[in-house]
Nanobody, 125 residues
Framework: VQLQASGGGLVQAGGSLRLSCAVS????????LGWFRQAPGKEREFVAA???????YYGDSVKGRFTISRDNAKNSVYLLMNNLKPEDTAVYYC????????????????????WGQGTQVTVSS
């Protein structure tokens, strides 16, 4: 299974970006999918997750601004980021794990099995 993230870039505060993560291999509809971010000098932070069951989760700092979605026909997961702030600047990573039978914990990097390479998001003030 491989993950390829894309869509990052430079945007002004208040702007929007849409990240994409294409997943190849395996049975996509059975995957839990997550987005994390890591700013320089900081730990990797949970952003959002879409479980195989359809449940969606968001980190407190992005609730109401970011939306995660998945397209099982395209083997892809997306992160629509609106009203971006300078503090959203980070490298964004997508991650996956096989969902059925796994624990309910989806907030930590260790909960996931495979990762994409990351895409840089920079928000200027």
């Amino acid at each position: 299974v491989q993950l390829q993230a894309s869509g990052g870039g430079l945007v002004q505060a208040g702007g929007s970006l849409r990240l994409s993560c294409a997943v190849s291999g395996g049975t996509f509809r059975n995957y839990d999918l997550g987005w994390f971010r890591q700013a320089p000098g900081k730990e990797r932070e949970f952003v959002a997750a879409a479980r195989w069951s359809g449940f969606l989760y968001y980190g407190d700092s992005v609730k109401g601004r970011f939306t995660i979605s998945r397209d099982n026909a395209k083997n892809s997961v997306y992160l629509l980021m609106n009203n971006l702030k300078p503090e959203d600047t980070a490298v964004y990573y997508c991650a996956e794990r096989r969902g059925p039978g796994r624990s309910s914990s989806i907030l930590y990097p260790g909960d996931y099995d495979r990762w994409g390479q990351g895409t840089q998001v920079t928000v200027s003030s």
